[in-house]
């Protein structure tokens, strides 16, 4: 069984960048997508952004294309979403999670979550 840890997270000024790291135990993460997904205030958890096992294709929501990057490494278990200029609409709690086929409905195994504040 997989777990997941999400870290990372904290506050940081609006334009500025912060490093979120997701870590696996229990299992190796290469035959998985790792996604990262967000719950703003109020809002619904949305997708943010997905790797596949090799870590060659990415895909990203619209709202952070261009601004963030994913990426992994396979020798540690690791899992990172890179984050630049940020905005308030940032602010949320990240998780990261794994899924078999990289669709959006698939992903589970759940961190407890990391919260990232941007102020204005």
């Known amino acids: 069984q997989v777990q997941l840890e999400e870290s990372g997270g904290g506050l940081v000024q609006a334009g500025g960048s912060l490093r979120l790291s997701c870590a696996a135990s229990?299992?190796?993460?290469?035959?998985?997508?790792i996604g990262w997904f967000r719950r703003a205030p109020g809002k619904e958890r949305e997708f943010v952004a997905r790797?596949?096992?090799?870590?060659?294709?990415?895909y990203y929501a619209d709202s952070v294309k261009g601004r963030f990057n994913i990426s992994r490494d396979n020798v540690k278990n690791m899992v990172y979403l890179e984050m630049n200029r940020v905005t308030p609409a940032d602010t949320a709690v990240y998780y990261c999670a794994r899924s078999l086929s990289g669709f959006i409905r698939t992903f589970d195994s759940w961190g407890q979550g990391t919260q990232v504040t941007v102020s204005s």
């Open positions: 790797i596949n096992g090799e870590g060659f294709n990415t």
């Open positions: 229990g299992r190796t993460l290469t035959s998985y997508f």
